[in-house]
């Protein structure tokens, strides 16, 4: 049975927008030792801006319409960006066959021609020579027919209560701190720094991010908790792996939310510590 004071726990985190879905999790949270996070959408806010075009066959505007049309049925966050970034009225009946490659891209026919549209992973695979890039930032190569036709670079902003998210989780005492994303090794480096994780790692699929949480979870000692924070987009799998999965409700995917113990209503991850600190509260009432 449930102590009495779960309850009042987890009424007092629901009026800060974090959704506990049982009393027991509380008790895991208020032993969290290692916090790892996905990237995208969940340290970062998942806006990409494009920061530069480069074609390499075609008219800027051909590339990025090409790459908006290719992404049209996708709820990726990149996919987003390059519908708002393409800015223009988008016919999704001029495109057909989508795949969504998780951690890589997107494959489609438009036009009838075979569009891909992703990371250098997804070149590799399907055997197109790719030019590199040479600015800092997520870059989406495109493709024609196994035909190279350019790269647009765009970039995301950490979120504004993202540092201190983990310096909080710090003070508590969580003993580790984690970012993995599927993202290029420079853009994740770059925000683990400025946001001081411990650790980072980069260019993952979805399974490898299943790899790196089964390999943290050997490392926890005594009591303490590994915790996933992540928006859900492919996180479902690690989400349920951890010993407490923790999603963001607003961006979130109907997916992650269903996966999740915890959810956080309004994105923030700050609410992570929040959280901890009532899971601490409660846990020494009902103790
Ligand atoms: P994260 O690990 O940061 O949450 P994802 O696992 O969703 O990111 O994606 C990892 C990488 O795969 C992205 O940084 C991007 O290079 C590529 N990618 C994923 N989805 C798409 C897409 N729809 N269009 C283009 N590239 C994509
Ligand atoms: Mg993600």
Redesign the pocket.
Known sequence: SVPLSFFGGIGGASKQGILVKGGNYLEVLSNAEIVVF????TLTKGVFNVTAIHPDQCSESRLLELAALA?SY?D?P??RSLRDAYNAPLDAGRVADVE?L?????RARVDGQLIC???DKLMEEIGVKWHPCHKVG?T?HVAAEGEYLGHIVISDEVKSDAARAIADLKTQGVRKTVM????ARAVGEAVAGELGLDEVHTQ?L?ADKVDRVEALLTQKTGKGALAFVGDG??DAPVLSRADIGIAMGGLGSDAAIEAADIVLMDDQPSKIAAAIGIARKTLRIVK
Not at 102 to 106: F, Q
Request: aromatic content about 0%; hydrophobic content about 25%; cysteine-free.
């Open positions: 996905d990237k995208t959408g992404e996708s990726h990149i996919s969504e998780s951690g890589r891209g997107v549209a992703g990371n997520t989406v993995l994303t599927g993202d993952l979805p987009i492919n």
